[in-house]
Nanobody
Framework: QVQLVESGGGLVQAGGSLRLSCVAP????????MGWFRQAPGKGREFVAG????????LYGDSVKGRFMLSTDNRKITVYLQMNNLEPEDTAVYYC????????????????????WGQGTQVTVSS
């Protein structure tokens, strides 16, 4: 059973930056697409960003496009979510997960396509 681990959340002022990390067992991100989602209090999980298998083809949600950026380490064990120009509306618990369908060519925005969710990391942006 694959288990992902997120870290890097915290409290930051509006306009600030944070970098989240998502760590997976070796080769997970080589073989499976992955996604970052977030969930604010009282709301459903929202797609933030994702990568196809091989940590390629980045896709971003409309609300974060131009502010957030995905990257990986050389071994593709860790996927980073660099979050810049943060807004209070970005406050949420951030989760990463892997796609159930390894051959999907583009990251899916659908939360039901993902599994092996991490425990989440809290991001709080103050105004």
């Amino acid at each position: 059973q694959v288990q992902l681990v997120e870290s890097g959340g915290g409290l930051v002022q509006a306009g600030g930056s944070l970098r989240l990390s998502c760590v997976a067992p070796v080769r997970t991100f080589m073989w499976y697409p992955m996604g970052w989602f977030r969930q604010a209090p009282g709301k459903g999980r929202e797609f933030v960003a994702g990568l196809s298998a091989g940590a390629s083809n980045p896709l971003y949600g409309d609300s974060v496009k131009g502010r957030f950026m995905l990257s990986t380490d050389n071994r593709k064990i860790t996927v980073y979510l660099q979050m810049n120009n943060l807004e209070p509306e970005d406050t949420a618990v951030y989760y990463c997960a892997v796609d159930k369908t390894p051959q999907r060519r583009q990251p899916s925005r659908n939360v039901d396509d993902y599994e092996a969710w991490g425990q989440g990391t809290q991001v709080t942006v103050s105004s």
